[in-house]
């Protein structure tokens, strides 16, 4: 009995380390493995920068002329999102300065603005935006409902004086104040609300992909690429979780940096516990490298990875929550977005490193990614040994010989008729 543990020891390490040099041999694999989770974070996080668009172009078209339009145009040009550029005649005109670019922005003052909210009515102003990108367009909303808001409660004031004079004494400013403060994202910035929730999706998807090619690079010609896809030992577990150890110890790098220092660069918001967050993401880790080995079976080539990481990327972004909240989805899509390890991972992670959340209170986050990690686990089982194991065995024999020439102690590898390796 303790002979056969220690075999079984010893052939897992066998085959990790055996895995381990294969992979480094394939630079290919290396590419997911080291630099898309290095290069892909900073190449998302400079696009996104600067996180908010200030003095952004307005043009005004002003048909009233009043005292009170002119207040409000001076109140949005001092705002930080808007620069008012200047007065319009008509809109045909500012039209014609958005459509060249000379402002993003066009407000347009109805006649009547004045008069209406001197006897006391619902005075509307128009505000047109140009929608290429929507920074601008959240900086003139902004800005424009803080000024009304800011105009409206003065105006309150300036009735309530004419009524009743000595309640101005009582009151003064505004009667409703709102003080919008973002949780987790002091900034207000789309850089530091997206980008956490983006790295732990590249986190999943370098490692899917890595292992996926791994699968395809099986059924190639080793001599062509290094990589000898029969690498079993003396059972398809064993191989596989020696496999896994050898994943999970080449990207535990990569992903410390995706999960510190990418914030720590570019100043997102960094309130969790490093260990615990670690501790987090590696039941994420484990499952996704599984879902890789379940993907092995439909990858066929290496370049079969590539379709893979086209269907998938646009699918695992908007089943995480990132685009649209999660409760708002339909059941079904709610029920994909639970079978996805990164689902699980975005929103744990989120709450721990941007609010400070503890391991304890991402419990149910927690829970389910090491649920997801024994499911995939099962199922990757059940593909490598009754589907991809076979097919490697039953390849070209050339794989076969020079895996076993490689083999510690010239022991060659045979395969029998049931699609099983013996000495």
């Known amino acids: 009995m303790w002979n ?12 990790y380390c055996r895995e381990f040099k294969l992979v480094l041999h394939d630079q290919g694999i290396i590419l997911f493995f080291a630099f898309l989770p ?41 705002c930080q999102e808007i620069y008012v550029r200047g007065y319009a005649a008509d809109m045909n005109e500012a039209k014609r300065a958005m459509h060249s670019h000379e402002c993003f ?9 004045g008069r209406k909210t001197g006897i006391g009515e619902q005075a509307n102003a128009v505000l047109y935006s140009d929608m290429s990108l929507l920074l601008r367009y959240r900086g003139f909303l902004v800005a424009s409902t803080n000024v009304m808001q800011e105009m409206s409660a003065e105006l309150q004031l300036q009735k309530i004086n004419e009524v009743a004079p000595l309640a101005a004494t009582i009151s003064s400013g505004d009667l409703m104040s709102v ?19 983006v790295v732990i999706l590249i986190l999943q998807q370098c490692i899917i992909l890595a292992v996926g090619m791994a699968g395809g690079a099986k059924r190639a010609n080793p ?28 990207i535990i790098l990569p992903a410390i940096f995706l999960v510190h220092y990418v914030p720590l660069i570019f100043s997102f918001p960094m309130a969790g516990n490093f260990w615990e967050i670690l501790a987090f993401l590696t039941p994420m880790i484990l499952a996704s490298i599984c879902v890789g080995f379940c993907l092995q079976s439909v990858c066929s080539e290496r ?11 646009v699918a695992f972004l908007f089943l995480s929550g990132l685009t649209w909240p999660r409760y708002a989805m339909h059941g079904m899509w709610r029920f994909m977005s639970d079978c996805v390890p990164a689902t699980w991972g975005v929103e744990g992670f989120i709450k721990m490193n941007a609010n400070g959340s503890s391991l304890a209170q991402v419990r149910p986050e927690y829970i389910s990614l090491w649920i997801q990690t024994g499911v995939y686990l099962v199922l990757a089982y059940v593909v490598q040994r009754w589907i991809v194991y076979p097919q490697l ?22 395969a029998d008729k049931g699609g099983t390796a013996s000495r």
């Open 4 to 15: 056969k543990f220690k075999n079984s020891i010893a052939s897992f390490f066998l085959v």
């Open 38 to 78: 290095m290069a892909y974070p900073i190449i998302y996080s400079l696009i996104y920068n600067p996180e908010l668009v200030r003095e952004v172009k307005m043009v005004v078209v002003d048909h009233d002329r009043s005292q009170i339009s002119r207040e409000l145009v001076r109140k949005l040009d001092a």
């Open 105 to 113: 922005g066009i407000l347009e003052i109805p006649e009547g603005f």
């Open 179 to 197: 003080n919008n403060i973002a949780m987790g994202n002091t900034s207000s910035g789309f850089d530091s609300f997206i980008m956490p929730g």
């Open 223 to 250: 001599r062509l690429i290094g990589y000898v896809g029969v690498n079993q030992g003396e059972s398809v577990l064993g191989s596989m979780l020696g496999q896994m150890l050898c994943y999970f110890t080449i």
């Open 303 to 313: 370049e079969s990875v590539f379709v893979l990481w086209v269907i998938t990327s």
């Open 393 to 414: 065995w039953r390849g070209p024999k050339e794989a076969v010989d020079d895996f076993g020439s490689r083999a510690p102690g010239g022991n060659q590898l045979r």
